[in-house]
T-cell receptor
């Protein structure tokens, strides 16, 4: 159980393109979803916390207008990288949790490798 | 400001021996600590967690130890198996379900 599906797994696109990444919880309803970014050989950096039906909470330094997050249902959250540039190239990973209480494990998708040319 | 640190980027262990992965943190307000395992091109998978009110949690071959006074936790894997080769992340949970990750330690278990 607790499967999280992330799509697409890899995107290569031109600079200036907007890219949408989907994160779905397949067998449970996720009250909270998280979006992370990982640079090579680095830690997973939390970008934002997304709760169904409300606005996402962004971490310090993350541009809200650049990284649009929508959590329209209990099983789907989307991250849109708007007008992507080469510096946005990274590995983006989502996670979902049934309960946002402390200590509840998050279940991760397999990530999206975004490459901006 | 790295609140969760894994100072060893890599670790190599012989099959059957013990693997010890270490993690240090700076914030005494963290309530839960978790370990995740990650294979290339996949998302992290949850391994084991420990509450700040405990000092040890065991699940099969995996044991996590927490030393709050030293702000240090460790993951012990015994016996280590080649399939354990992966990147291991420790994470701390302050509040609201957020996770703060360390940089990861790449474990290589050699046959």
């Amino acid at each position: 159980g607790a499967v999280v599906s992330q799509h697409p797994s890899r995107v290569i696109c031109k600079s200036g393109t907007s890219v949408k990444i989907e994160c779905r919880s397949l067998d449970f309803q996720a009250t909270t979803m998280f979006w992370y970014r990982q640079f090579p050989k680095k830690s997973l950096m939390l970008m934002a916390t997304s709760n169904e039906g409300s606005k996402a909470t962004y971490e310090q330094g993350v541009e809200k207008d650049k990284f649009l997050i929508n959590h329209a249902s209990l099983t789907l959250s989307t991250l849109t990288v708007t007008s992507a540039h080469p510096e946005d190239s990274s590995f983006y990973i989502c996670s979902a949790t049934l309960d946002s209480q402390v200590g509840q494990p998050q279940h991760f998708g397999d990530g999206t490798r975004l490459s901006i040319l | 400001d790295q609140q969760v640190k894994q100072n060893s980027p890599s670790l190599s262990v012989q099959e059957g021996r013990i693997s010890i992965l270490n993690c240090d943190y700076t914030n005494s307000m963290f309530d839960y600590f978790l370990w995740y395992k990650k294979y290339p091109a996949e998302g992290p998978t949850f391994l084991i967690s420990i509450s700040s009110i405990k000092d040890k949690n065991e699940d099969g071959r995996f044991t996590v130890f927490l030393n709050k006074s030293a702000k240090h936790l460790s993951l012990h894997i015994v016996p280590s198996q080649p399939g354990d080769s992966a990147v291991y992340f420790c994470a701390a949970s302050p509040q609201g379900g957020k996770l703060i990750f360390g940089q990861g330690t790449e474990l290589s278990v050699k046959p």
